[in-house]
């Protein structure tokens, strides 16, 4: 009796003591899963989306925090100037289960009014503080996820304009000669939507910018162009200046669209262009004269985008030789299809008819940066002639040019063809300023480009001797500050 009562009391002995080591193996597994969640060793990341600097009287600051572990718990963000803090923004995100938030990103586009928020000018800091779920938090010391250094300035830069008279003709261009306080970082001329680039280290004074610009085609006389200047901080200073716009009325054309035609154009356009092929000849060439056209132009603005910063050419621009024009810049055209009216675009540039297949002549002296396809313009090569003004050569049936080569005025470019939209063989010719398309009758005309250009320019450089004094009352009787 007695042995058989201790076997089963060391049976349930062992039983209990199983259990027991069972229990004590799944308290260390949840403690060790815990301490594994909840004491989240890596702390939350911030970062700036863009390069920060300076901050002016409005800011976009986009910033980016994670938490790869328990999730975000909570951000703040602040600016430092001085013995005070400006709070921005604070958002908490409480615990969704035992395991955190759940948020393990956030996007901030904060948009600031430091000047609103009185922060005073000079150095401050951007301070991001954010949190997570971690039970570590009430061990260890708090330091800042970001801290980025930054100056507040309110202060845009100062404008002064050089140059007094502008007198242009609707869809023609212009230079203005305007100087900037050493601050300013962007500059150049806005005419409505349009934006013109300035450059700077063409005059002697580094300070001084010359500013090539256009008042489109299509706008109106009405137009009142501004010279801006911004600086690092994005404050931004606009001068009006006088500009005198003359009207003029541009040319409308009628062009039939025909059944041969659409067959010998559209398949291959489409197919070149990567368009989608269609059994519907004319919903495809209607897809071609306003889509893909469209699409060229956006094409030619990005080739545009960077232009040389000084002067390649060296003469007044030629029109290419033995050749007559077809039709003019900006015309105004109606397409006919069976007798209906299809489509209405404006033809920017000039179309230039000579023997067929004939070589293709560099208008001035410049760069290539375009040499192939260009969807309307079938093979096209453009030139950067410098300081934003470029020329386009379009329809030819064989290019002879690479990007990057540098050409003369003269130099064959290639032969004129009817690649493109070209009912026959003839060359399209445009001149641009930044990508947007202006009268090429201007720059062929050497009276227009020396009172328009060159002796702007001449009145600015460094005279010499006699004519230094002369020069220098010249500006100063023209120059008006703006503040």
């Not at 289960?97 to 600031?112: A, D, I, Q, T």
């Not at 003359?246 to 291959?268: G, I, M, N, Q, Y």
């Not at 469209?294 to 960077?306: F, H, Q, T």
């Not at 397409?335 to 293709?360: C, E, M, N, W």
């Amino acid at each position: 009796m007695l042995a058989d009562s201790s076997r089963r009391g060391s049976r349930g002995g062992g039983v209990l003591r199983r259990i027991r080591l069972w229990l004590g193996v799944l308290l260390a597994a949840v403690i060790a899963y815990l301490a594994w969640v909840k004491f989240e060793w890596s702390r939350p990341t911030a970062t700036l989306r863009h390069p920060l600097a300076y901050v002016g009287r409005q800011a976009d600051i986009p910033i980016d925090v994670a938490d790869s572990g328990t999730g975000l718990a909570s951000v703040e963000v602040s600016i430092a100037a001085g013995a005070a803090r400006y709070p921005v923004l604070f958002e908490t995100y409480p615990e969704e289960s035992w395991r955190g938030s759940g948020v393990h990103e956030k996007s901030f586009p904060l948009s600031l009014s430091p000047r609103e928020a009185k922060i005073p000018e000079g150095p401050a800091k951007l301070v991001v503080e954010a949190e997570d779920g971690s039970w570590l938090n009430y061990l260890r010391s708090q330091t800042p996820t970001l801290t980025q250094p930054i100056e507040i300035d309110y202060n845009p830069p100062s404008i002064e304009l050089l140059t007094s008279q502008h007198y242009m003709r609707l869809g023609g261009a212009d230079v203005v000669v305007f100087k900037t306080s050493k601050d300013a970082v962007q500059s150049g001329v806005a005419v409505e939507p349009y934006f013109f680039p300035g450059t700077k280290g063409l005059l002697p004074d580094p300070d001084v910018v010359v500013a090539l610009f256009a008042v489109p085609q299509d706008l109106t006389t009405s137009v009142r162009p501004k010279v801006i200047a911004e600086d690092p901080a994005g404050n931004r200073r606009e001068a009006a200046f006088f500009v005198s716009v003359k009207p003029r009325k541009f040319a409308d054309r009628t062009l039939d669209v025909d059944d041969d035609f659409l067959e010998r154009k559209v398949p291959d356009l489409l197919e070149l262009n990567r368009l989608a092929p269609t059994d519907d000849l004319l919903a495809g060439y209607l897809e071609i004269n306003r889509d893909l056209r469209k699409l060229s132009e956006e094409i030619i603005r990005k080739v545009c985008a960077n232009p040389e910063q000084k002067i390649l050419w060296t003469q007044v621009f030629q029109r290419q030789p033995d050749s007559a024009p077809l039709s003019g810049f900006a015309d105004r055209r109606t397409y006919k299809h069976d007798g209906a009216i299809i489509d209405s675009q404006t033809h920017l540039g000039f179309d230039l008819a000579s023997l067929r297949q004939s070589p293709v002549a560099a208008a001035n002296d410049g760069k290539v940066v375009y040499a192939d396809n260009l969807g309307i313009y079938g093979n096209t090569v453009i030139l950067d002639h410098g300081i934003g003004l470029y020329s386009l050569y379009g329809h030819l049936s064989s290019v002879g040019v690479q990007v990057g080569q540098a050409v003369k005025r003269g130099d064959s470019l290639g032969r004129t063809g009817e690649t493109g939209l070209a009912a026959g063989d003839h060359l399209h010719f445009s001149i641009m300023v930044n990508g947007i398309h202006v009268d090429p009758v201007e720059w062929w005309d050497p009276k227009w480009v020396q009172d328009h250009v060159t002796e702007k320019l001449k009145a600015f450089a460094a005279p010499t001797g006699a004519d230094a004094s002369a020069a220098a009352k010249e500006p100063a009787r023209r120059r008006g500050r703006h503040r």
